[in-house]
């Protein structure tokens, strides 16, 4: 028996994660002791008791089934709050980015459509009719008229296989570059979905910690309510104690209020952004913020990384190489083209001089097209194509003056973020001593009530300033790596490793 009851007690401790599933537990326990005792007892009373017995043994098979549901319920929605699995959700459900990926995928169809120009071109004519030909024929004994119908028909194969066309190659590297600045744009948009869901998903959980905050805010100002109005029934106290305490109740409220409502607004954010509602309970692991300094490269280690990694510096490289063989199509109108063009021919009363014959005709030849003059078309279209080179140039420039501000911005933000986070860990430290030391001298009768309340609001306003400086740190890490082109879904694991489901 005793053995009996320390495997229930086992069983009870491992379902202590909620109190509903160890009383459904305990309840299945129950049923199944009584319906052990009615199994012993239905071949004495077999009727009632069976049907009895059915049923409690379904409301114990339930009673064992809830807890488990419950327990994969709550498994699934700790797997959705990680921030892979969210990604992943996101990458499916957000159609800023599922257009994105669309359009590459068609824009990839350019080099195959310039590979196509290197490829013979074959061409099948048909033709077959009926005509009918009235011919007058002069002859020495006068005008001789003559009505014809005939069958006339004409087949031909022709094959055209381009030799030499410098428009033709300089298409083909103007599609290569081309494709490649897509390729980079769409790995852009993807870190931008990164940068979104990791945003969205910190002023989530920061607005969860804001609202807990103000609540515990709210509970510390009502306590100290409670003690006003006691010390005014008492004769030791004023009505302008218990006014003030209750002024600075209604303003927690208030802020309470507008926390829960900036909360309401970032899961419905979360939720535009993944297709799913689901209500966050990750904990901040303060301890792995030690590795998130920036610190593990120097600033021109920083820019050199953004200069070589960063999607949109590649974008903009590949476009001014797709200028460049902009300019070369361009100056190709200067150039022959050299074909190998080979026909394959049959006709048969073709037209009125060859009534009456057919003809079966194999050619193959080399056909070369020299341009002489255009009328300055062409010389228009290079300058056209070189001073779009030049603007592609200066905006590869601005771009890259871009990236690299924001990499000095969110590198000098993130070591501000390190100090103030120390900065804050003291002032909380402090505020607190502070506050156990006024709450003290109130009870003992040397501190006022509104010293109390204005110790209460510092410990609070310094312990939110923390916790926006832990996310704000984050953040700043977040950007520094979308600034410098490293933020993957490597650089996404390591913030999911920060947070702990259920914590």
Request: glycine share 4%; aromatic share 8%.
């Amino acid at each position: 028996m005793e053995t009996r009851h320390q495997c229930l007690r086992e069983r009870i401790a491992a379902l202590r994660g909620t109190r509903k599933q160890a009383v459904l537990y305990v309840l299945s326990c129950f049923l199944r002791a009584v319906r052990l005792a009615l199994h012993l007892a239905r071949s004495l009373i077999p009727g009632f008791l069976m049907r009895m017995w059915h049923r409690l043994n379904a409301y114990a098979v339930l009673c064992c089934v809830m807890p488990c549901l419950a327990l994969q319920t709550q498994a699934q929605t700790q797997a959705q709050e990680d921030l892979n699995a969210l990604y992943q959700l996101a990458v499916t459900h957000n159609a800023d980015y599922r257009a994105a990926l669309a359009n590459t995928e068609a824009e990839r169809e350019e080099l195959t459509k310039a590979k196509a120009l290197f490829y013979p071109k074959v061409q099948l004519g048909l033709m077959r009719g009926k005509g009918d030909t009235d011919r007058t024929t002069q002859t020495s004994i006068g005008a001789v008229n003559s009505d014809l119908n005939y069958t006339l028909q004409n087949y031909n194969l022709s094959v055209r296989q381009p030799l030499f066309n410098k428009e033709t190659m300089a298409i083909y590297g103007g599609a290569k570059s081309y494709v490649s600045e897509q390729e980079s744009l769409l790995a852009q948009e993807n870190a931008k979905l990164i940068l979104k869901l990791v945003s969205v998903y910190l002023e989530t959980l920061y607005s969860q910690e804001r609202v807990s905050l103000q609540q515990s805010k709210i509970e510390a100002v009502s306590q100290q309510l409670q003690q006003a109005e006691q010390r005014y029934r008492h004769g030791s106290g004023t009505v302008v104690e218990v006014s003030e305490a209750q002024s600075n109740l209604d303003v927690a409220r208030a802020e309470e209020i507008q926390a829960a409502n900036d909360l309401l607004s970032n899961q419905q954010s979360l939720q535009i952004l993944t297709g799913v509602a689901t209500p966050l309970s990750a904990g901040l692991v303060v301890d792995g913020l030690n590795t998130f300094t920036g610190a593990e490269y120097p600033l021109d280690r920083w820019l050199a990384l953004a200069r070589q990694h960063h999607p949109e510096l590649a974008a903009a490289n590949a476009e001014i190489e797709v200028a460049r063989k902009d300019v070369e199509k361009k100056q190709a109108g200067h150039y022959p083209t050299l074909d190998l063009v080979g026909i394959r021919s049959y006709s048969e009363n073709d037209s009125n001089n060859t009534l009456g014959s057919r003809f079966d005709t194999t050619t193959i030849a080399l056909q070369m097209n020299v341009p002489l003059f255009a009328g300055g078309y062409v010389n228009a279209n290079v300058r056209q194509s070189a001073s779009r080179l030049t603007a592609s140039e200066e905006s590869m420039t601005a771009k890259s003056r871009e990236i690299e501000f924001n990499v000095r911005k969110y590198y000098q933000s993130l070591l501000a973020q390190q100090q103030a986070i120390n900065a804050y860990r003291q002032a909380v430290q402090s505020a607190r001593v502070a506050l156990d030391g006024t709450q003290k001298g109130f009870l003992a009768g040397f501190k006022t009530n509104h010293e109390v309340l204005d110790a209460q609001q510092k410990l609070f306003t310094n312990q939110l300033s923390l916790t926006k400086a832990y996310y704000s740190l984050i953040s700043d890490w977040a950007n520094l790596q979308f600034s410098s082109g490293l933020l993957t879904l490597e650089a996404l694991n390591r913030v999911s490793q920060l947070f702990i489901p259920g914590k």
